[in-house]
T-cell receptor, first 114, second 114 residues
Framework: DQQVKQNSPSLSVQEGRISILNCDYT??????FLWYKKYPAEGPTFLIS?????DKNEDGRFTVFLNKSAKHLSLHIVPSQPGDSAVYFC?????????????FGKGTHLIIQP | DTGVSQDPRHKITKRGQNVTFRCDPI?????LYWYRQTLGQGPEFLTY????????KSRLLSDRFSAERPKGSFSTLEIQRTEQGDSAMYLC????????????FGPGTRLTVL
């Protein structure tokens, strides 16, 4: 039973445009959400997080939006750059700040076209 | 700060053999996590430690798997009587509960069971 779902295995976006990656979750106990980025042969790298008490968090080119009623979050990257090409994982936790084990989605492979 | 390191990076073994992996967390981090990732999936949580204490174990952690963190620093993950289904990337992460909670991942150990 997938508690965190990323329904788009891949996404292709032109350089300079906005990339929008989506994530849905089913467990209402989740209250902290994170996005990780992964390059081949490397471990995941933390990008940005959001607590359930907020609906938006922004860090430079990255913004995460949370819609608790819809159990949906999205990551916006603007403008998209070639170095953003990677696999992006959505993760969730029922503990404060994600201090316990995280539950990950299957990932979305983002490809930035020149 | 050298980040999270894992050793070995690759391990090939025959079915039925025992294997042990090591993880060295970021030095001031008190929490250490183990995850497993198979092809096309996101990382799956296995277990985590706070200092020396193992606080949570996933149902994925069968009795052939054992993890230790004897002095609250490095950790080992042992798999006994390996099976072909154990072939995966084993990821280690660490975090510090005294501040921001995000987990920092190592590069992983890729296990192939023949």
């Amino acid at each position: 039973d997938q508690q965190v779902k990323q329904n788009s295995p891949s996404l292709s976006v032109q350089e300079g445009r906005i990339s929008i990656l989506n994530c849905d979750y089913t467990n209402s106990m989740f209250d902290y959400f994170l996005w990780y980025k992964k390059y081949p042969a490397e471990g995941p790298t933390f990008l940005i997080s959001i607590s359930s008490i907020k609906d938006k968090n922004e860090d430079g080119r990255f913004t995460v939006f949370l819609n608790k009623s819809a159990k949906h979050l999205s990551l916006h990257i603007v403008p998209s750059q070639p170095g953003d090409s990677a696999v992006y994982f959505c993760a969730a936790s029922a503990s404060e700040g994600g201090a316990d084990g995280l539950t990950f989605g299957k990932g979305t492979h983002l490809i930035i076209q020149p | 700060d050298t980040g999270v390191s894992q050793d070995p990076r690759h391990k090939i073994t025959k079915r039925g053999q025992n294997v042990t992996f090591r993880c060295d967390p970021i030095s001031e981090h008190n929490r250490l996590y183990w995850y497993r990732q198979t092809l096309g999936q996101g990382p799956e949580f296995l277990t985590y430690f706070q200092n020396e204490a193992q606080l949570e174990k996933s149902r994925l952690l069968s009795d052939r798997f054992s993890a230790e963190r004897p002095k609250g620093s490095f950790s080992t993950l042992e798999i006994q009587r390996t099976e072909q289904g154990d072939s995966a990337m084993y990821l280690c992460a660490s975090s510090f509960t005294g501040g921001r909670y995000e987990q920092f991942f190592g590069p992983g150990t890729r296990l192939t069971v023949l």
